[in-house]
Structure formats: structure tokens, C-alpha cells
């Protein structure tokens, strides 16, 4: 057999690599700021530090944790635009503690949705799917004194009947309620979210007097759902009740129902009909 022969056998049999797996991707290195953000969230859950709590002014942080005094100030920053701390003023400043909560998420969520063209309609039906399931597994954990809160929420807003900004701030904390009782903190954050981009972005409208007393009903046959533990028929009543809210906006905001979304602005000609 000649050389060139054995060669071309040699060639035939190389392992052909058709894959990569396994391969460690290539990660952009993280800043130091970055990693120090994350090394004082850590430790802020880890000690338990309440709202409020003091951390180390900055000059003790350079000097604990070896980093420059720009990487310090620059994680600081960082820290204070997510929500976690505050930084405060004056001889007895410096930064504080702070708990992120599901509204922080609101403005990035908006921004998103915005630029991805999202509109109203689709904000409200995908809350109306997530408010159904939350109102459902409410329903078996809720306890008699959300229940009360509930009913009492019910009463100030029958109160409150003719009055739009206590009538709604009303019909906030009635659904805050049963967010809470829903006991599942991702969906309760999720949803919290979306109610705050909702009010963000919802062209400002003057609810009819019919609208407001048909919204306290449903709020009626919805804690009846909940006193009654009936799960099935809690997430029923939750999503129709968004679901009609939102057809009672798409009615009044015309034209502008399917515009994607943006800062909240007022309709000129919005009726105020009782």
C-alpha cells in the first residue's frame, strides 16, 4: 500500500468536532461597581436589614471594602436607582436601606412594553389572566380578616360613590387585598406591576356613576366567591371584572384604545356621564 494511500485513509478517520457543547460561553467580565451592588445586596438579605437601617457611610465602605472610592459611589448610585437604598442628606446622612417593592417595576416594565408597542388592551387582558388566578388561590387561604378588610373596602367605596380619586384609591386596596391572600409573591409582584403601569398609562376618563356602582356589585360577588372558598368561581368573577372594566374604557377611549401605550394624558373630550 503506498504512503499517499495510508495518508488519505488517515485523513478520512480524524474526528470531525460538529459541536461545541459543553464549552464555556464567553461572559463579558462584571464591572467592579456591579459586583460590589451585588455583594451589598447580599448582604443586606442575609443580616435581615430592615427599611431604614443604616449602612456604612461612604469612606468606611472604601476602606472595609477595599475597593476605590468611584467604584463605592458608583455602586451607591446604582443601589439607590434600583430602589435599595436611599441616600440621605446632611450631617447625619448617607445611605439607608430601602425595600424594592412590585411598584419600582412599574416604570421599567412601562418602558419596555412601550417600546416593544404594547398597548392598553393588551396590559389589561394579560392582568385580567393573572387578577383570575390570583383571586382563585385566594380563595382557599384568605382568612376572616382580609375578608372584613374586604367588606369593609366595599363600604367606603359605596361611600366614596361620587368621589373618582377616593373611589379608586378605594378599589386599589380592595385588590391589594386579595393579592395579598393569594400567598404566591411572584404572581402578587407581577400583577402589582401591571396595575401600576396601567395607571401610568391609561388615558385619564371620567367614570359614569352607573360604571362605579356596577364596579362595587362585582366587588360584591367577588368576596362572595371568597367567603364561600369557591376558587373556580372567585377566578371567574375576577377576570370578567377586569375584563369589563376594560370594555367600559375601550367605549369611552374611542379611537385611542389601540394606540400603544404611553405616559399618561387626558382625554379632551372624555365624557363624564352619570
Known amino acids: 500500500m503506498g504512503s499517499r494511500t495510508v495518508d488519505a485513509q488517515k485523513k478520512n478517520t480524524r474526528t470531525v468536532v460538529t459541536s461545541l457543547e459543553g464549552l464555556p460561553a464567553w461572559r463579558k467580565p462584571v464591572k467592579a461597581a456591579d459586583q460590589l451592588v451585588r455583594q451589598l445586596i447580599d448582604y443586606i438579605i442575609a443580616k435581615g436589614l430592615k427599611a431604614g437601617a443604616r449602612l456604612p457611610p461612604e469612606r468606611e465602605m472604601v476602606a472595609e471594602t477595599g475597593r476605590g472610592r468611584s467604584t463605592v459611589r458608583e455602586a451607591l448610585l446604582l443601589l439607590e436607582m434600583k430602589g435599595v437604598v436611599e441616600i440621605r442628606q446632611g450631617v447625619s ?17 412601562t418602558l419596555v412594553l412601550m417600546f416593544d408597542g404594547a398597548t392598553l388592551i393588551d396590559v389589561m387582558r394579560a392582568r385580567g389572566l393573572i387578577e383570575g388566578m390570583i383571586s382563585g388561590m385566594a380563595a382557599a387561604s384568605i382568612t376572616e380578616e382580609q375578608l372584613q378588610q374586604l367588606e369593609a373596602s366595599i363600604e367606603r367605596q359605596w361611600l366614596n360613590i361620587e368621589n373618582r ?16 391572600a393569594g400567598l404566591n409573591v411572584v404572581t402578587r409582584v407581577l400583577l402589582e406591576a401591571l396595575q401600576n403601569t396601567a395607571h401610568m398609562t391609561m388615558i385619564a376618563v371620567e367614570y359614569s356613576l352607573s360604571h362605579r356602582q356596577r364596579v ?14 369557591d376558587g373556580e368561581l372567585a377566578a371567574s368573577v375576577a377576570r370578567a371584572h377586569v375584563e369589563g372594566g376594560l370594555g367600559y374604557w375601550i367605549q369611552v377611549a374611542g379611537s385611542h384604545a389601540t394606540d400603544p401605550i404611553r405616559w399618561s394624558t387626558r382625554l379632551p373630550d372624555a365624557p363624564a356621564k352619570r
Open 165 to 180: 380619586e377616593a373611589f379608586l384609591n378605594e378599589s386599589r386596596v380592595f385588590h391589594a387585598v386579595i393579592n395579598e
Open 93 to 109: 446622612g448617607g445611605p439607608v436601606v430601602r425595600r424594592p417593592t412590585a411598584a419600582d417595576l412599574g416604570e421599567p416594565l
Open 216 to 229: 362595587v356589585e362585582e366587588h360584591e360577588k367577588l368576596l362572595a366567591a371568597l367567603r364561600a372558598k
